[in-house]
């Protein structure tokens, strides 16, 4: 005879059940943290079995990063556009910033730091936050180039994402939950900008 667990288990299927899990993951990433996670307590929220869960999910390294993707906006956000390099790059920071003082931001600075025996899912997490955050810079970037405010040598992602790469290094160096604006200002205007403006 089945459990109560199961039967759910065999009702849900495919998308239903996946999103059943995600969401119960996040809620136990939010509250636990990545440490306090256990795949027999995201299988109780989510009113499953442990084994439906390792079918998807070979650990709950895995589980959770997918976890945190399920946590990340869908609809892209708008790309800051003030006529000036200085105040894109500060705009995009502070909304970096503020994002990091979130649950969103809790649960991916838990992940980072939890992680840090596993360097596959660190460079996994990292690739992630690569590729979501550098269309919005590369953008910022090609604006000032077309103004005459940055080399067009410039322009690539490695560069483009210097000033939030450094800001994420306040983050896991300090272990602060959100960096103070003055140091956004230093990272724009000591590192940044220097690094991009025309070679004379």
Do not use: C, H
């Amino acid at each position: 005879m089945e459990s109560g667990t199961e039967a759910k288990a065999t009702r849900r299927r495919g998308a239903a059940l996946e999103a059943a899990v995600l969401r119960a993951a996040a809620e136990e990433l939010a509250e636990v943290g990545y440490p306090g996670l256990t795949m027999d307590r995201v299988a109780t929220r989510a009113g499953t079995s442990k084994n439906v869960i390792y079918r998807r999910w070979p650990n709950r390294a895995a589980l959770s990063i997918a976890a945190w993707r399920s946590m990340l906006p869908t609809t892209p956000e708008d790309v800051p556009d003030t006529g000036v390099l200085r105040d894109d790059a500060l705009a995009m920071l502070r909304r970096f910033n503020d994002r990091m003082s979130t649950p969103l931001g809790a649960v991916l600075r838990g992940l980072l730091t939890g992680m840090q025996d596993d360097p596959e899912r660190l460079r996994e997490i990292r690739e992630q936050l690569v590729r979501a955050g550098v269309g919005p810079w590369l953008t910022i970037l090609a604006r000032a180039v077309s103004r005459g405010e940055a080399d067009p040598a410039a322009l690539t992602p490695r560069v483009a994402t210097v000033a939030v790469d450094l800001l994420r290094n306040e983050y896991g160096l300090n272990g602060v939950t959100a960096a103070a604006d003055d140091v956004l200002v230093e990272i724009v205007d000591d590192v940044y900008l220097p690094l991009v403006r025309p070679r004379t």
